[in-house]
Every structure is written in C-alpha cells, then in structure tokens.
Nanobody, 119 residues
Framework: QVHLVESGGGSVQAGGSLRLSCAAS????????MAWYRQAPGKERELVAR???????QYKDSVKGRFTISRDSAKNTVNLQMDNLQSEDTAVYLC?????????????WGQGTQVTVSS
C-alpha cells in the first residue's frame, strides 16, 4: 500500500504565495510520475502540474509562470510553489503518484489540502 501526506494549504489574499508539500511512503519500488491536481466545488478534477519520466515537467496553462513544481525522486516527495495566487486558484489540491511494481503501474492519491484565495 502507498500513503501520501500533503501539507501547506491555507488561506491567502490574492497576490500571495503558498508552498504545498507531499510525501509518499509505503511499497514504492519505483515511480515514473508525481503530480498535483486540484478540484474546485462543482468542477472536475484538473491537472495543475506534473513531473514525469515520459514528458518532463508540465503545467496547466493558467498557472504557467506562477507555479513551480519540484520533485525528489529518491525521497518520493513533490512540492508546489504557488506565487501570485488568484481567486480562481481556490480549490482542494491533491497529490498524485504513479508507482511501478512488477511491471504494473498503479495510481495513488492523497486526501487533499484546501487552498483558499480571497480577493
């Protein structure tokens, strides 16, 4: 089993910054991707940023230039530095990891951390 723990959410005013952190633990022989998603009330879950072996670093268009994702593959951790936050960034942010085990890829999710941006 794999367990993900997120931290760093909170409430900020527009233009402020937050840093999210996620640590994955458990049976993780190897991983080829870690990512941050978000889900706002009444909306679908969307990819915010991802670091993967196949595609490198990817960002949702609306966060490019404001958010920075960083990953430590050896420690199975991923961070998301969020600057110049806007009200539309308000959502629950969820950490995601793909684990490779005996040739099979499995996806795991964290519980999520709330980010609220007030204008």
């Amino acid at each position: 089993q794999v367990h993900l723990v997120e931290s760093g959410g909170g409430s900020v005013q527009a233009g402020g910054s937050l840093r999210l952190s996620c640590a994955a633990s458990g049976n993780i022989p190897s991983s080829d991707a870690m990512a941050w998603y978000r889900q706002a009330p009444g909306k679908e879950r969307e990819l915010v940023a991802r670091v993967s072996t196949a595609f490198g670093t990817q960002y949702k268009d609306s966060v490019k230039g404001r958010f920075t994702i960083s990953r430590d593959s050896a420690k199975n951790t991923v961070n998301l530095q969020m600057d110049n936050l806007q009200s539309e960034d308000t959502a629950v942010y969820l950490c995601n990891i793909w684990v490779i085990r005996s040739g099979t890829r499995s996806e795991y999710w964290g519980q999520g951390t709330q980010v609220t941006v007030s204008s």
